[in-house]
């Protein structure tokens, strides 16, 4: 690899980039294609920025902000109109063609085999041969996401939604409206595009918009300048807050206490702004309390009952290298899962089942009911 080529191509000096790699850039050898991926943000570098063997580089997908007060952030971010896409809850996965194999990259920049399985099966053929430089920038949804497991979206597996392209060794992304044009004519899923309005009208739409996502339970919008020239800036439904509160207090030791507290100030800070009457907000006040209690008490009386407390998710794939890969993908990233033997399925695959572990709540809840103190 020429170094002094891929340090011009990310606009830093040869020298810049020895020293990162001595702290931020970190070796994947494992599965190919070998890379090299950011480990951190750094000198206007995403995190999970991946330079490959062959000198290709995939920048790491931009944070998305998320606004508190939905009304002045409008007015503070956006110019004269505002495209509103749904935000998807599943993971982050760039795709990529690298020396023709197609590669799906996570946000950390690792190359995840079950991602690369799903892309290969769902991107057709005809993607990437007519666009061998394009990487898709989407979500990863369904109830087989081993990582965000979700049954509200129209699949009984696992779909892979485009919400942005871009293009490798390019920082920049398409946006909006390309994203949805490419996305139709190359048969993609694209996140569902739920409207463009003026800036100064906006807010109520909006509002409608998260309380009816809320109620079908799915997460919330990513608020997008059609013409691409400012930043997205996302915005979520109290009930999907709840359900991620939910999941969060059932693993309670697992989670960083931010998780906990940037929720519960999210539905302060919508309750204010929504100017809600006592009945609305004794209801929100039911559903965040009920979101955090009932998941605890849960995980405590099956502890006491001896229950091992542990989260199940499945997956199917077709080639069984890819369950197998995946088991040691997980594991290199700091999960404790248990694979099941793998079952050959009628569509010529294989069903997984996996028992992810969540140790720290485990244990902590184990000490607690024996009397351990906090
Ligand atoms: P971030 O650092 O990007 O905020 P995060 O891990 O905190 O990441 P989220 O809170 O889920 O993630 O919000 C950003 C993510 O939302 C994006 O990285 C992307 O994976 C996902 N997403 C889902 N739908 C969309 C969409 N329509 N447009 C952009 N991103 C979307
Ligand atoms: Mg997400």
């Known amino acids: ?34 890379l090299q991926r950011f480990e951190k943000a750094t000198s206007g570098i995403e995190a999970g920025t991946a330079i490959f063997d062959n000198g290709d580089i995939v920048y790491g997908y931009p944070k998305i902000r998320r606004a508190l007060m939905l009304k002045a952030a409008i007015k503070r971010y956006f110019s004269d109109r505002i495209a509103v896409e749904e935000k998807m809850n599943g993971y982050n996965v760039r795709v990529a063609s690298i020396d023709g194999e197609v590669v799906a990259l996570t946000r950390g920049g690792f190359v995840c085999p079950y991602s690369t399985e799903v892309a290969s099966r769902l991107i057709p053929e005809v993607v990437f041969n007519d666009h061998p430089e394009l990487v898709l920038c ?5 109830p087989e996401n081993p990582y965000v497991s979700k049954d509200i979206y129209p699949t009984d597996s696992i779909d892979f939604y485009i919400f942005d392209l871009s293009r490798k060794n390019w920082k920049g992304t398409l946006g909006v409206h390309k994203t949805h044009e490419f996305a139709e004519e190359h048969g993609l899923r694209a996140t569902p595009m739920l409207g463009e309005f003026r800036t100064d009208r906006a807010y109520d739409e909006i509002v409608g918009i998260v309380e009816r996502l809320g109620k079908k339970g799915h997460e919330g919008i990513v608020m997008k300048d059609p013409e691409n020239k400012a930043m997205p800036v996302k915005y979520t439904c109290s009930e999907s807050n709840c359900s991620d509160l939910e999941v969060a207090f059932r693993y309670y030791n697992d989670y960083a206490l931010d998780f906990f507290v940037s929720r519960a100030v999210r539905e302060g800070f919508q309750s204010a702004e929504w100017n809600e009457s006592d009945e609305e907000r004794r209801a929100r006040a039911l559903r965040i309390g009920e979101s955090i ?22 997956i199917r794939v077709k080639n069984i290298q890819t369950a197998r890969d995946f088991e040691y993908h ?13 079952e050959p399925n009628d569509e010529g695959g294989y069903l997984v089942r996996i028992t992810k572990l969540v140790m720290s709540t485990n244990d902590k809840t184990q000490a607690l009911i024996e009397g351990e103190m906090w």
């Open 1 to 34: 690899m020429n170094l002094q080529r891929i340090a011009d191509k990310l606009g830093i000096t040869l020298k810049k980039l020895e020293s990162l790699q001595e702290n931020i850039i970190r070796r994947s050898s494992w599965p190919e294609p070998r």
């Open 138 to 142: 989407g979500e990863m949804v369904g």
């Open 293 to 314: 209690l009932l998941p605890l008490v849960d995980t405590v009386k099956k502890k006491m009952s001896g229950e091992q407390i542990v989260q199940q998710v499945q």
């Open 330 to 342: 997980l594991r290199r990233s700091g999960m404790k899962a248990i694979f099941d033997q793998p």
